[in-house]
Structures are given as structure tokens and as C-alpha cells.
């Protein structure tokens, strides 16, 4: 399996859960009838049917069994020439729902996206006790055992591990909102760079956060270095056209369209500056900006959680 593949199938299973996908359950009498199955969100991880009257919890005792494996669905004659392909079996400590989906691609969709979340661990938060301000960093059990940040020298304890149940609501919503950019931003994104002291031509760069998320690396094609920005609330990320702090268009607006003069209109531009280091960068893809822009907005502002990945 690639690093991509478990958030492929949970975006995918979100794609047809928030707008409904119609199947057929199959009830206790044996016979077959139309429903719409929902998965609208990651926070609640809430599978509704039955006009949302009723529900199941997906959590790591939710069993999935793709194929006719549960009860009815070996043996009710209704679905004896449905292909197994179509058939998927839910079973919790309330529920069996059995269901047939109209295609087969709807079914992997819902059986490797629930079986994804049923097998994941629910997510822990470290709190990192820093002087300024408590920070809070996701990490698995192997990273949590055996590894630290590279910019924290606090040790870890049980103590420090913060329960997905902890979390407020209003940042549980926020963490569904950049978790795109919160999987992914070790990957990296191409940008251009734009006029500095040393660079007067745009350059293609490639703009990452290391695996645990704290520091923010631009590396040029020929794979060196360029710079390395600890995320962090003193990291400041502007837009000079669109930023809507008046005070900091006042103060920084000028020098900053000094970077992208010669920037093409169709190019979308922001700049990361923490104390003496700047980058400014911009892309033609406007997803894509907003991706990064925002995401990294949300990891160094002081009021939340910095949500590690």
C-alpha cells in the first residue's frame, strides 16, 4: 500500500457519504429495500441510513465484511444472483446492516474508506510544554515511543498524551477542515520563489513540512536545501492583495509587492516570514495556494492547537 492510499480511500468514501449513496439493506424478513447511506463527517464518524434515524459509530470495534459473510446475506435467497462485489456487511453491537450497492466501485469505495477508519487508531495529541505557549503535535505510537521533534527537547510522558474525546468540538471541525493539508504537506507542493537578495528570477521550488510537521523546508531542484522555517506562532503568512489584517497591509504590503512585480497576474502569491527569513512563493493553481496558505495559517496561529502531522 502507498503513503497516499489510506487518505485516497477516507477523501473518496467522504466524496460519496456527504452527498448519499443509494443502496438497497437488507432487512430481517430477508427482502431487499431502497435506502441512501451517509458519512457526511470525520469528527462525528457517524454512518447513517433509514432517513438518518438510525446510526452506527465507526470505531475500532465496528467489524467490515466485504462480500456475503454476515448472516442474511449467506443465506436469503433475494440476493442469491447479487454478485458478492455488491455486498458489504456492517456489524456493530446494536446493528448488522447489510447492504447492496448499485456498483461495485461504490462498494470498495465505502468497504476500504470504513475499514481505513475501523483499523487507524484514533488520533492522540502530545502537548509540547514550550515557555511561550502549550503546542499540541499528532504522533503515532511508534514515533511517540521512540522519536521527538527535532526542535523540542521535552521529554515525553502519559501525561502528555492528549484523547481524541479531549479535543473542543470547534477544533475537531478544523482539523476535518485542513486534513488534506495535514496528511499530505510532508509531501510537498511546487512552487516558484520569488525576488530575494540572492535569487532575482523566479525559481521552481519544492515546499514541504518535515515528518513531524514543525519545520517547513524549500528545496531547489537540484534537491539542496534552500531554506528550513520552524512552524511556530512567531511565522507570519501574508498575501499583500488579499491579506485582511489592515495593520499588517500598512506595514507590509508595500515591500512585499516589491517580490511579485514581475509576477503574472494568473499567479497566486503569499510570503512565509519568521524573524529574518523570508519565502515568497506563488502558483498558478488556486487549490492549491489556498492548500498551503491557509493550512499554514492555521498550524502557527496562537489561538489553536498546532495540529502536527
Known amino acids: 500500500m502507498t503513503n497516499n492510499e489510506p487518505t485516497d ?12 449513496t443509494r443502496v438497497q439493506v437488507l432487512k430481517e424478513n430477508g427482502d431487499l429495500y431502497p435506502d441512501q447511506l451517509f458519512f457526511k463527517s470525520l469528527t462525528s464518524r457517524r454512518l447513517s441510513w433509514n432517513d438518518n434515524k438510525k446510526s452506527i459509530i465507526i470505531n475500532p470495534y465496528i467489524l467490515i465484511l466485504p462480500g456475503k459473510i454476515t448472516g442474511l446475506l449467506s443465506i436469503a435467497p433475494s440476493v442469491n444472483d447479487i454478485p458478492d462485489q455488491l455486498c458489504l456487511g456492517i456489524v456493530s453491537k446494536d446493528y448488522v446492516l447489510e447492504i447492496i450497492f448499485q456498483n461495485a466501485r461504490d462498494c470498495n469505495i465505502w468497504s476500504q474508506g470504513l475499514t481505513m477508519l ?6 492522540h495529541f502530545a502537548k509540547i510544554k514550550t515557555i511561550r505557549n502549550p503546542q499540541y503535535q499528532y504522533v503515532d505510537d511508534h514515533h511517540h515511543h521512540h522519536r521527538s521533534p527535532s526542535n523540542h527537547s521535552t521529554s515525553w510522558n502519559g501525561n502528555d498524551i492528549i484523547q481524541w474525546h479531549e479535543i473542543t468540538m470547534d477544533e475537531k471541525k478544523k482539523i476535518e477542515q485542513f486534513y488534506v493539508f495535514l496528511s499530505n504537506s510532508d509531501k510537498g507542493s511546487v512552487f516558484y520563489q520569488y525576488q530575494t537578495r540572492k535569487i532575482k528570477l523566479p525559481q521552481k521550488v519544492l515546499i514541504k513540512l ?18 528550513s522555517i520552524n512552524i511556530d506562532s512567531e511565522l507570519n503568512i501574508i498575501d499583500p492583495k488579499h491579506d485582511e489584517n489592515e495593520k499588517k497591509k500598512e506595514e507590509k504590503d508595500v515591500d512585499q509587492l516589491q517580490h511579485f512585480r514581475h509576477a503574472p497576474s494568473s499567479m497566486h502569491c503569499f510570503s512565509i516570514i519568521r524573524n529574518e527569513i523570508e519565502i515568497h512563493l506563488g502558483c498558478s493553481d488556486i487549490e492549491q495556494y489556498k492548500l498551503w496558505r491557509f493550512g499554514l495559517e492555521y498550524l502557527c496561529n496562537k489561538r489553536n492547537h498546532l495540529i502536527r502531522m
Open 210 to 227: 518535515n515528518e513531524y510537521g514543525d519545520e517547513l523546508h524549500c528545496i531547489d531542484s537540484n534537491n539542496n536545501l534552500l531554506n
Open 9 to 20: 480511500a477516507i477523501n473518496l468514501l467522504l466524496g460519496l457519504g456527504k452527498m448519499g
Open 118 to 123: 475501523v483499523s487507524a487508531p484514533l488520533p
